[in-house]
């Protein structure tokens, strides 16, 4: 089902000047170890967590 189609706005349509937004990101990025071996999802979340 597509944000459409739930009547769903993009970020840059609301209004959330001063208000708090609990974002919850799901980054599963591929691991060596503890160690994250490629961070691209996590670099590409960061303009919209700012």
């Known amino acids: 089902m597509t944000a459409a189609a739930l ?3 993009a970020l840059e349509q ?3 000047k001063g ?3 609990l974002a919850r ?3 599963n990025v ?3 170890g503890e160690r ?3 961070d691209t999802r996590i670099r590409e979340t960061l303009p919209t967590l700012k």
Request: glycine share 0%.
């Open 7 to 9: 009547n769903l706005k």
């Open 14 to 16: 609301l209004d959330y």
């Open 19 to 21: 208000k708090r937004v």
């Open 25 to 27: 990101v799901d980054y």
């Open 30 to 32: 591929p691991l060596d």
């Open 36 to 38: 994250v071996t490629d």
